[in-house]
């Protein structure tokens, strides 16, 4: 089940907004299955090792490589990209974290 110790119906009640009931109740089925289950799990896990965080919020790629051309004139790298999204959110050049600075670093 999606969240333990709530019952289905109770969840199949709170669809977000813009979501059709069907399509809802669909999703909520998807996510208690086992293959899914595993999959959260997984990535659960994975987030745990994650030290640095983005700092840019809901901007979508696109638009953050955009922002980069009009700043810096050029189609930014991979780790150019890296670090844009982790710089300080007080709009300074810095990266956000220690962790982030040196996988930048590392990767220069």
Sequence with gaps: ??????????????????????QWKRLVERWGTPQVVT????AKESRTKV??????????????????????????SRLE??????LGKDGCDKLSSEAAKQVYVRNK
Excluded: W
């Design 39 to 42: 999959q959260s799990e997984k």
């Design 81 to 86: 990209q890296f670090r844009f999204q982790h």
């Design 1 to 22: 089940m999606v969240q333990e110790g709530r019952p289905i119906e109770e969840i199949y009640e709170k669809n977000p907004f813009g979501l059709h009931d069907d």
């Design 51 to 76: 030290h640095y965080v983005h700092t840019i919020g809901n901007i979508g790629y696109v638009t953050l490589i955009a922002q980069f051309v009009e700043k810096e004139s050029c189609e930014p």
